[in-house]
């Protein structure tokens, strides 16, 4: 089925983006008891099963052709353009999108481990940056590069089947590192936890976000 499938088989670029992809992962989220290396090893799996399909070969569209009879003379790696049918322009309008999701959740994910990490250096509550609008932004970032990346640029099987688990791994583990917040800040941090959001801001926390990144 390769000879009717573009942008398959590059399996060097596909150890290249999972190497690079999983060291930036590792290198601001580094786990540490066996509940973040599970959360990891789901993040680990989503990268290598994404950029084998992306890069090497497209299981998933295999299995479509397989199963139910895709018209094998209008395939491509990319599944929005086989089934949609726009060819090289839907994978394009899926790549620039995926890639606005996936800068845009790496933004996120490394500026909130920054502040994350001079808050622990002052040994004090991280409430102010992306820490004004939720109390978890490295997650989001997660959340949201994955989803732009394993959704909507280059959905497969796997990728589309992992993101809600991983969603769930993860807002498990907030809520527990927000047990271990409690005990160590007791009541300034019940009040942070009760004036912002988990993981998607509000309308009150964007406006306060603004008016302090105007100030």
Sequence with gaps: M???????????????????????????????????????????AFI????????????????????????????????????????????????????????TGIGLFVQGWRELYYAHRARRLATDGLYRLVRHPQYTGLFVGLFGEGVVHWPTIFSVILFPIIVLVYTLLAYREERQMMKQFGDEYRAYRERTPMFLPGLRQWRQFLAQAGS
């Design 2 to 44: 390769s000879d009717y499938i573009a942008h398959s088989g590059v399996w060097g670029l596909a150890i290249i983006m999972i190497v690079v992809a999983s060291w930036l992962f590792y290198r601001y989220l580094a786990p540490k008891g066996w509940r973040e290396w599970a959360g990891a090893g789901l993040v680990q």
């Design 48 to 103: 290598i099963a994404l950029y084998a399909e992306m890069y090497g070969f497209p299981l998933t569209i295999y299995l479509l052709v397989r199963f139910f009879g895709l018209d094998r003379t209008n395939l491509n790696a990319n599944l929005w353009s086989t089934l949609v049918g726009f060819g090289e322009t839907g994978m394009f309008i899926s790549m620039l999108l995926g890639y606005a999701l996936l800068f």
